[in-house]
């Protein structure tokens, strides 16, 4: 999986390119731990992940855990925006709650 990560100060943005499965799960997993400690926001920006499986749900629940960083998501596309929605549905966690209500406008976006 290539990944694009740009930082501005103590913002990160972490772009994946292509799906999100457990295959890519580390290679995603390793672009956060890569970065510098003075990042305390990490945007993860999915407007190039078309497909998204429960790897992904993993990766932004545990990414949102992170007490040292605050973590949101956008631009996501209608698969994996739906995959939230159905989870939220089944199983509603306080960080996936979180995560929805930092996500606004540019949810749906892609």
Do not use: C, K
């Given at each position: 999986?290539?990944?694009?990560?740009?930082?501005?100060?103590?913002?990160?943005?972490?772009?994946?390119?292509?799906?999100?499965?457990?295959?890519?799960l580390p290679s995603l997993r390793a672009a956060a731990a890569a970065l510098p400690p003075g990042v305390t926001e990490v945007i993860w920006?999915?407007?190039?992940?078309?497909?998204?499986?429960?790897?992904?749900?993993?990766?932004?629940?545990?990414?949102?855990?992170?007490?040292?960083?605050?973590?949101?998501?956008?631009?996501?596309?209608?698969?994996?925006?739906?995959?939230?929605?159905?989870?939220?549905?089944?199983?509603?966690?306080?960080?996936?709650?979180?995560?929805?209500?930092?996500?606004?406008?540019?949810?749906?976006?892609?």
């Amino acid at each position: 999986m290539n990944t694009t990560t740009r930082i501005d100060g103590s913002t990160a943005r972490i772009t994946p390119h292509g799906e999100i499965d457990y295959d890519t799960l580390p290679s995603l997993r390793a672009a956060a731990a890569a970065l510098p400690p003075g990042v305390t926001e990490v945007i993860w920006d999915l407007h190039d992940t078309v497909f998204m499986d429960v790897a992904g749900l993993h990766l932004l629940l545990e990414q949102q855990a992170d007490p040292h960083r605050e973590t949101s998501a956008m631009n996501l596309a209608r698969q994996p925006l739906g995959l939230l929605d159905l989870t939220e549905e089944i199983a509603p966690t306080p960080g996936l709650a979180r995560l929805r209500s930092t996500m606004g406008s540019d949810a749906a976006a892609a």
